[in-house]
């Protein structure tokens, strides 16, 4: 028997400001802050890594508080920035950067971004890598008729077996979700041809697909760390008695 989701968990997930919003909640959902499990996180990096095995460097865009900058230092060297001061990495916004950084470039940019801006982080991120752009995304971002010509220059979609649950503001180990997620990857003609996989993609792509592949179950449990929790979960807000929020 399915649940019906509460009121809750559908406006932690709702794109405009809800009348319950305090200032902190209708700022997190103004910027679609939605922080990523970081097991999540190390999952697209060693997805990364088979498609770009040389691959060393990354630029995060959408930081946030580190939840995937954070698990990515164990594989790679990682610039962090966001649009909004979270207290980690510079303050940059990724889609009109500052003259001095409107040339920076690593190997992959890596994020999840604000669905909204989906369209726009890809191709931004094409242009400040060298190898190509990673984007953790619902997998409902492929059913759109406006999305079509940039699904169509996909590399590779890896969906999540698990569920990967996420919150309005914070990561919540305890979270559920009926929402389904994967990471999505553009590439660069000249990486997509260094890849291991490149007779595979190679070969969607004469067929007008894309190479997609499954994260197995189990990979939550494989990739979840100790020191997770004390690294990036906050406490919930406590509730009162008449069931609001502290």
Known sequence: MSRKPSRAVMEGHAPALVETD?????LYRALNYLPTPPWAARAGAEMLLRL?????????????????AGPLQD??????????????GLVEDFLQPSPTRRFWKADWVKTN????????????GLEASKAGVALLLRTSAVESIKRHDIMQRLAVQVTFSERVPMVLGRWDPEASSATSYGWFYWMHPAAEAASPLALAIEAARAEGLWL?????PGTRDRLWHADDVRKYAKLAPAPLFDGGVA
């Open 22 to 26: 305090d200032a902190q909640t209708a």
């Open 52 to 68: 770009d095995p040389t691959a060393r460097t990354i630029w995060e865009p959408a930081c946030g508080e580190g939840h995937i």
């Open 75 to 88: 594989y790679f060297a990682v610039c962090v920035t966001d649009i909004h001061p979270h207290g980690f």
């Open 113 to 124: 971004p604000p669905f909204k801006d989906l369209e726009a982080f890809v191709a931004r």
């Open 212 to 216: 997609h592949g499954l994260f197995p």
